[in-house]
């Protein structure tokens, strides 16, 4: 009995280690298709969860494993743990789960463009736009608990 209980659990583990490792691997892979929509990967933290993309329309969702911060050099972007959206190529339109913190204020970025031209992310916050570098975003950034430790989020925004 010793021996079928002890079986028991190492299969038990051994199938729980394989689909943590398969639902890692797909996690991951959002960052590797956004190149395929023309836009670079680092737009995205590395704390996906999971992800689903409608190939009909471009819909998307992503989880996060947890909101948080990420810089981009003078830029702060604050992800919340769902972020949804629609993906074209070059751009991302109905943004929903991220911010951007201009001057004092936390806005919501409602959508993205790339120019190709100039190589520029166009970002979009309502009728305000800004560009910056699209080589900015190569990188999947880090994903972090706090912008600084001057700045907070309050999630009433």
């Known amino acids: 009995m010793a021996s079928f209980n002890r079986s028991l659990l190492i299969a038990s583990i051994s199938i729980y280690l394989t689909a943590t490792a398969i ?3 797909t996690a991951t892979e959002i960052h590797d298709i956004l190149p395929e929509y023309g836009l670079p990967k680092g737009i995205l933290p590395d704390a996906v969860e999971s992800y689903s993309i409608s190939p009909t329309d471009g ?3 992503v989880q996060l494993k947890r909101p948080c911060y990420v810089q981009f050099d003078d830029q702060t972007v604050y992800y919340k743990k769902n972020i949804e959206g629609k993906l074209s190529y070059g751009s991302v339109s109905d943004v929903s789960g991220i911010q951007a913190k201009q001057f ?5 970025v409602t959508g993205m463009d790339l120019d190709t031209g100039s190589d520029m992310l166009e970002f979009h916050v309502g009728a305000l736009s800004k560009k910056l570098p699209a080589d900015m975003f190569q990188d999947v950034p880090e994903c972090k608990s706090k912008a600084s430790p001057r700045e907070s989020y309050s999630e009433s925004i």
């Open 23 to 25: 639902a890692t691997a």
């Open 59 to 61: 819909a998307f969702t």
């Open 104 to 108: 004092f204020l936390w806005l919501s």
